[in-house]
């Protein structure tokens, strides 16, 4: 079966600061991957996506991703953190079940001064 | 605007009191989900619907109903609701549900039943 983990549920990272969020996944087959954002209160918004081709991807609000097959890993990172980024992170991936997102259990981001 | 709109946003009710939870989504997407978040678990997939009148299980379909008569509206029912589906509740919606299509998503409705 698909998972997706998120090894660290809480991160504390000052203003400015790189932020790099790590996600494993489990899959047989190449995965589609996904990184989304909730802010307090919000909804998911979508931050970037792997689907195949390069292996870096960008994102919105200056994030990007890297996949790494060998590790079964698509970590997000940013070089430098606002204070804005404050959310919860999830990582998922897109099962072969009619388009069913398997997500991580998120990671806490705060930043601080 | 492209969007996902979910009400209400919050509601407190008691144990057995049948409720709905509305979804409308206005980007003529065929695909639409629910999803519940619970801390810890992430959001794990209560029903699909890949289009008018075809609804499926996702992984935690117990004690919730689902309909889509319309291709813009996929209520979420609960029709007598108990303590652990206190919960966040999202609706999401895409294209077509394949991979390559994003999915959208709402604010959210917290649900708390005593």
């Known amino acids: 079966a698909q998972s997706v983990t998120q090894p660290d549920i809480h991160i504390t990272v000052s203003e400015g600061a790189s932020l790099e969020l790590r996600c494993n996944y489990s899959?047989?087959?190449?995965?589609?991957l996904f990184w989304y954002v909730q802010s307090p209160g919000q909804g998911l918004q979508l931050l970037l996506k792997?689907?195949?081709?390069?292996?870096l991807v960008q994102g919105i609000k200056g994030f990007e991703a890297e996949f790494k097959r060998s590790q079964s890993s698509f970590n997000l990172r940013k070089p430098s953190v606002h204070w804005s980024d404050a959310a919860e992170y999830f990582c998922?991936?897109?099962?072969?079940?009619?388009?069913?997102?398997?997500f991580g259990a998120g990671t806490q981001v705060v930043v601080t001064p | 605007e492209a969007q996902v709109t979910q009400n209400p946003r919050y509601l407190i009710t008691v144990t057995g009191k049948k409720l709905t939870v509305t979804c409308s989504q206005n980007?003529?997407?065929?695909?639409m989900s629910w999803y519940r978040q619970d801390p810890g678990l992430g959001l794990r997939q209560i029903y699909y619907s890949m289009n008018v009148e075809v609804t499926d299980k996702g992984d935690v379909p117990e004690g919730y109903k689902v309909s889509r008569k319309e291709k813009r509206n996929f209520p979420l029912i609960l029709e007598s609701p108990s303590p652990n589906q206190t919960s966040l509740y999202f609706c999401a919606s895409s294209l077509n549900g394949a991979g390559n299509q994003p999915q959208h998503f709402g604010d959210g409705t917290r649900l708390s039943i005593l």
């Open positions: 792997y689907f195949s081709g390069d292996t």
């Open positions: 980007m003529n997407h065929e695909y």
């Open positions: 998922a991936v897109l099962t072969d079940s009619w388009g069913k997102l398997q």
């Open positions: 899959y047989g087959a190449t995965p589609y």
